[in-house]
Each structure stands twice: as C-alpha cells, then as structure tokens.
C-alpha cells in the first residue's frame, strides 16, 4: 500500500510570505494526488487534486500543486499567505485506497 | 442544501460503554468511510462501504463496528473493546469506491472523550 510522508508539522510565516509544504508518497504506481485544508472549526476541505496532465495544478484560494514524478512529490505553494490560511493541511494519495499524511500546521501571524 | 452530517459534535462515553456516531449523506454517493483523526497522525480509516450491506475494515478497526442498512447512512459504534477511544471522528463520502481517485467529501466530525 501506499503512504505519504509530509516533512513539516508546524509551519509558522508572517503574512505575504511564501509558502512550501512537502509532500513525499511511496508508491510505484500510477497515483491521484491531492491536498486537504481543515480550517478551525470547519469541514476537511478539498483544496487542489491532480489525476493527470499538466503537473502543475491550482486550487482555490490562490495554492497551486506540483506533481514531481521522478521525486515522488507533490508540494503545496502559495506566494503570499494571509492570516485567513491559518489552518492545517493535509496530502493524500489515491491509489487502491486513499492514504493521508499526518498533515502540517500552518500559523501565519498577522 | 447538500452535504454530509455528523451528530453529535461532541460525544462522552463512560468506561464499558458502547456508543455510536451518525453519519448521513445527500449526495447519492455510493461509498462512505470513517477515519479517526489523532494529532500529529492524519486520518486513519476504520472502515469503509461501497455498497448497501457491505463494509470493509480499514487500518485500524479493531474496537469499531458499523452497518450501512441504507445508503444515505453509516453509523460508527465505538464498542467497550476499544481502550483509547478519545478521538476526532470524521465521516466522509464519494460518488466511488475508495480507488481510482474519487473525491472524498467530509462531514463537520464527531469529538469523542472518555469521562
């Protein structure tokens, strides 16, 4: 089965900051990949997927993904963060089943 | 208004006791599932169903049970046999099966503590 690794589990910026955070899966096969925010006191929220095609894909609220086949990698980016993106994320990888990471915490301080 | 449901937010259980979580979709989705979610561990599936009468365990069932007699409906009981059962619950669903890179959609979850 697969897993997924993400490497960060608080991440803290100041507004307008840019923002990185990994994503690594092991698996060998073909793969769909996605990126989940859970905003305090909200529902677990699709942020971005990728199935196939252009490997680099946007979401909502400005975060973009890119698929990285031969690092087995799929990073959340955004250029300038805001106190609103304060929330944690997390990255899942579909394959036979869907695995999530252990998601990372993003405080951003205004 | 279309959506998934859980009930209660906040849930307390005595020790020995069984309690069960509600989960119910409209979204006409096919599959549901139930991950528990613990800090610094993501979400990990207990169970999962595709169809009406037909579950599946996931990683980490043991101590959980569940039925699906309907398909807008996936109710999770913790049992007296799971020893650490204070959690963050969470019900999702899609329109497949847990492969092939259906979209999982999740309700508010369920906050379960032991008094």
């Known amino acids: 089965a697969q897993s997924v690794s993400q490497h960060n589990h608080h991440v803290i910026l100041s507004e307008a900051a840019s923002l990185e955070l990994g994503c690594n899966y092991s698996?060998?096969?073909?793969?769909?990949l996605f990126w989940y925010v859970q905003y305090p006191g909200q529902h677990l929220q699709l942020l971005l997927k990728?199935?196939?095609?252009?490997?680099l894909v946007k979401g909502i609220k400005g975060f973009e993904a890119e698929f990285i086949k031969s690092k087995f990698s799929f990073n959340l980016r955004k250029p300038s963060v805001q106190w609103s993106d304060t929330a944690e994320y997390f990255c899942a990888v579909n394959a036979n089943d869907m695995r999530f990471g252990a998601g990372t915490r993003l405080t951003v301080k205004p | 208004d279309g959506g998934i449901t859980q009930s209660p937010k906040y849930l307390f259980r005595k020790e020995g006791q069984n309690v069960t979580l509600s989960c119910e979709q409209n979204l006409n989705h096919d599959a549901m599932y139930w991950y528990r979610q613990d800090p610094g561990q993501g979400l990990r599936l207990i169970y999962y169903?595709?169809?009406?009468?037909?579950?599946q365990k996931g990683d980490i069932a043991e101590g959980y049970s569940v039925s699906r007699e309907k398909k807008e409906s996936f109710p999770l009981t913790v049992t007296s046999a799971q020893k650490n059962p204070t959690a963050f619950y969470l019900c999702?669903?899609?329109?497949?099966?847990?492969?092939?890179?259906?979209?999982?959609?999740f309700g508010a979850g369920t906050r379960l503590s032991v008094l």
């Open positions: 990728y199935f196939s095609g252009d490997p």
């Open positions: 169903s595709q169809i009406v009468n037909d579950f």
């Open positions: 698996y060998g096969g073909t793969v769909n």
């Open positions: 999702a669903s899609s329109k497949g099966g847990p492969g092939g890179g259906n979209i999982q959609y």
